[in-house]
């Protein structure tokens, strides 16, 4: 979540690649920030940003933003979790680009962690290596794992495999037969697939789309429609992308030329100049609902009043209309595909979205 105005600043990097990895440190950073203000309850952060303690704050304007992002997806993860527990099938999370999300952890201690089979991350083998290294050196990430007879690396450190976490590392730009297919298709000890398509299964695209060539990225999502269009079970298929689009205008030329000022180009958000045409991800690949909201709309309709007023109270936000111009720019979108034969299924997957919140008269735009 970064204005164009304020993204950091790093040394000159020899590839695209390691430029597009240096953005998950942003978010890191970012999301410490939130969470040493208050904004977010995180106590997993802290083991995945070198010298934490040190980090200085990140402006309001970012606070807010991160905020917001994390309010959105976790209302959606958690009200898949809350579905699967109604339709008694635990789910699985595949999560791709991941870099230095704490999810996993968040929900393996929370009230649902019962029903998640498996919790995949998925990202180049630099930052896997990174996630690895962190966990093993942390006692507090690793307990969460199991048992550390259970825990194991492999692939010269890029890979982890627990009971039910598995970092692995991947290109996903390269066809899926080639990046995911073997990961996925297989287990650590390979007698069984890492994913089945007889479970409900969450996709998360957390700022990774966006940097990837559009071809791949319907790509990667056709390969996850093809895998579960054999299943005969509650294989109900879920995605979630959030990203910025709509950067046609001037204020989204700036953001993009920012980006290329660090080695960053976001071939994957052309397609994308409007929220109308954000839900075309999911619904061209067949998928049952499409749905897509901006950061500004769920701040304005679909956080709770209590939750604004005590985030207004953190602190002073000058910049309200570059605040709201930001928002403006990044989206949250969902799409769910249910089974060819989903007449068995026991609960109401397609109410899976955000909730509209009721209003009191001087509610914040």
Same mark, same amino acid.
């Given at each position: 979540?970064?204005?164009?105005?304020?993204?950091?600043?790093?040394?000159?990097?020899?590839?695209?690649?390691?430029?597009?990895?240096?953005?998950?440190?942003?978010?890191?950073?970012?999301?410490?920030?939130?969470?040493?203000?208050?904004?977010?309850?995180?106590?997993?952060? /802290?083991?995945?940003?070198?010298?934490?303690?040190?980090?200085?704050? %990140?402006?309001?304007?970012?606070?807010?933003?991160?905020?917001? /992002?994390?309010?959105?997806?976790?209302?959606?993860?958690?009200?898949?979790?809350?579905?699967?527990e109604q339709e008694g099938a635990p789910c699985q999370i595949v999560s791709l680009g991941a870099g230095?999300?704490?999810?996993?952890? /968040?929900?393996?201690?929370?009230?649902?962690?019962?029903?998640?089979?498996?919790?995949?991350?998925?990202?180049?083998?630099?930052?896997?290596?990174?996630?690895?290294?962190?966990?093993?050196?942390?006692?507090?990430?690793?307990?969460?794992?199991? %048992?550390?007879?259970?825990?194991?690396?492999?692939?010269?450190?890029?890979?982890?495999?627990?009971?039910?976490?598995?970092?692995?590392?991947?290109?996903?730009?390269?066809?899926?037969?080639?990046?995911?297919?073997?990961?996925?298709?297989?287990?650590?000890?390979?007698?069984?697939?890492?994913?089945?398509?007889?479970?409900?299964?969450?996709?998360?695209?957390?700022?990774?789309?966006?940097?990837?060539?559009?071809?791949?990225?319907?790509?990667?999502?056709?390969?996850?429609?093809?895998?579960?269009?054999?299943?005969?079970?509650?294989?109900?298929?879920?995605?979630?992308?959030?990203?910025?689009?709509?950067?046609?205008?001037?204020?989204? %030329?700036?953001?993009?030329?920012?980006?290329?000022?660090?080695?960053?180009?976001?071939?994957?958000?052309?397609?994308?100049?409007?929220?109308?045409?954000?839900?075309?991800?999911?619904?061209?690949?067949?998928?049952?609902?499409?749905?897509?909201?901006?950061?500004?709309?769920?701040?304005?309709?679909?956080?709770?009043?209590?939750?604004?007023?005590?985030?207004?109270?953190?602190?002073?936000?000058?910049?309200?209309?570059?605040?709201?111009?930001?928002?403006?720019?990044?989206?949250?979108?969902?799409?769910?595909?249910?089974?060819?034969?989903?007449?068995?299924?026991?609960?109401?997957?397609?109410?899976?979205?955000? %909730? /509209?919140?009721?209003?009191?008269?001087?509610?914040?735009?």
């Amino acid at each position: 979540m970064l204005p164009p105005s304020r993204f950091p600043t790093h040394t000159a990097q020899p590839d695209a690649d390691a430029a597009v990895r240096l953005t998950d440190s942003d978010a890191a950073l970012a999301r410490l920030s939130a969470v040493q203000k208050g904004y977010l309850s995180d106590p997993y952060i /802290r083991s995945f940003v070198p010298r934490a303690h040190l980090q200085p704050a %990140r402006p309001p304007l970012i606070n807010v933003g991160t905020y917001v /992002r994390s309010e959105g997806v976790d209302a959606l993860v958690n009200q898949w979790l809350e579905l699967a527990e109604q339709e008694g099938a635990p789910c699985q999370i595949v999560s791709l680009g991941a870099g230095s999300d704490t999810r996993f952890w /968040r929900i393996a201690t929370g009230p649902r962690r019962q029903w998640l089979r498996t919790y995949i991350e998925l990202d180049f083998a630099e930052n896997t290596t990174k996630k690895a290294m962190a966990i093993r050196k942390s006692k507090e990430l690793s307990a969460v794992l199991g %048992r550390t007879e259970d825990i194991s690396l492999a692939h010269g450190g890029t890979t982890l495999h627990a009971p039910v976490y598995h970092l692995l590392p991947a290109d996903l730009r390269l066809p899926p037969s080639e990046s995911i297919a073997p990961l996925l298709e297989s287990s650590s000890d390979s007698s069984t697939p890492l994913i089945s398509p007889s479970h409900p299964t969450l996709l998360l695209f957390e700022c990774v789309l966006v940097y990837m060539p559009p071809a791949a990225s319907s790509a990667l999502i056709q390969w996850f429609v093809d895998y579960f269009s054999t299943t005969s079970g509650p294989g109900v298929l879920g995605g979630l992308v959030y990203e910025m689009f709509g950067l046609n205008d001037p204020f989204g %030329r700036v953001m993009v030329n920012n980006l290329k000022a660090r080695n960053v180009s976001i071939p994957g958000a052309s397609p994308y100049p409007t929220v109308t045409s954000l839900t075309e991800r999911f619904s061209l690949h067949g998928f049952t609902t499409s749905h897509a909201l901006t950061l500004r709309d769920i701040r304005s309709s679909y956080i709770d009043d209590s939750e604004l007023e005590r985030i207004a109270q953190l602190e002073m936000l000058d910049e309200v209309e570059e605040l709201q111009l930001v928002l403006e720019h990044y989206a949250i979108t969902w799409g769910l595909k249910l089974p060819a034969q989903s007449t068995g299924l026991k609960t109401n997957w397609a109410a899976w979205g955000l %909730r /509209r919140k009721d209003r009191n008269d001087n509610t914040q735009d």
